[in-house]
């Protein structure tokens, strides 16, 4: 059954899942990179980042790698993640992923400005559309070929798809820093836990609590 | 060396320590005993609530016995863990913990109306009494014989304390729900992280995840 998934989400211990102040120059704002240090260290994150080292292989890799083992067929993202600005597209911004972005499927940027798709190498297409998070859900589905689809950010993004109902799995990792300002994980979502069941693991490597929210019956 | 030390505070994922909403029916608020199922599963839980059965002895338990093995020689809590309404006292309220409380040591309750010592049975003595958090640790250090001293709650007053850098040891325990609003424990303190070292452990049993900070150099 294709489930719909938020995969290695980080926040801090006060729910900030971004910081304030985004821009091109700090894509997390004041947070700057340390929500996801513990994702650097990972194959992943070693990959997004062109870093050749060897990777930690624990329980951050194995989970942020669960993720990313070709069970996604589609991708829903906020406008704010694939681009830090509000309003008309200004730029020929092509998003922070280089050309071969790591999505390798269709990729639906949720925006009130819809444009043309923008297609990049390795499979990635950029998909620029209107709707609820039911109708874009709809099309990702469509696209996903019986796959799962993540829900990959931002905050907002990704809660207004838990308060609809809509996520299956949720994997949140808590960094042990106090934000003290930001974009909200939590926001207007009290009681959410009550439709999941929660597993926790620590990760003593990187000091990341993670825990995974499955939702009841999916 | 005498510590000054929070021992099993309990907050929600979005960092809330307690709900909207608190009375002398509902000292959580709209929190209810979410915050607390896991600390009532333990010894001293059971003992708070007057329960006989046995309790279970894991981790949790082993973490709230340790605040309680009679390291700590004096209490400062705030006003409001001690009664939940603000103003002059209008009340007899001996406190929520019955005639023998489980302090068993001299308790400071901060407040802007002091009044006389309340003693009470078992050791515990309430002093009600107005300064800035260094004067009244001032005063819990020498009550305190060289023992510990545990800042008791609730989060503000916590907040407080580590605020002006006057805690060594935290003992936050992660509660893995939602709770949308209440009394932050983090509100103004960000970057606290930054003068501690962090051991985190999960307890499968409750479900909670236990962080303690401890002060560099503590």
Redesign the interface.
Known sequence: MSLVRVTQFSVS???YATGEGQSLEAPFGHAGHRLMEWFSATRLGHQVHGDDAPARRGVDDALVSSGWDGSVGAEIMGRRKFWPYPGEWTDDWRGWWGEDPPFHTPVFVLTHHPREPMEMEGGTTFHFVDGTPEQVLAQARDAAGGLDVRIGGGPTTVRQFLAAGLVDLLH?A?V??????GV?L????????ADFD?E???S?TS?V?H?LFQRKGA
């Open positions: 211990l006060d729910g949140v808590v042990p820093i106090v934000l003290g300002r909200s939590w926001e207007g979502l009290e009681g959410v836990e929660i926790t693991v620590h003593p000091g609590t825990l």
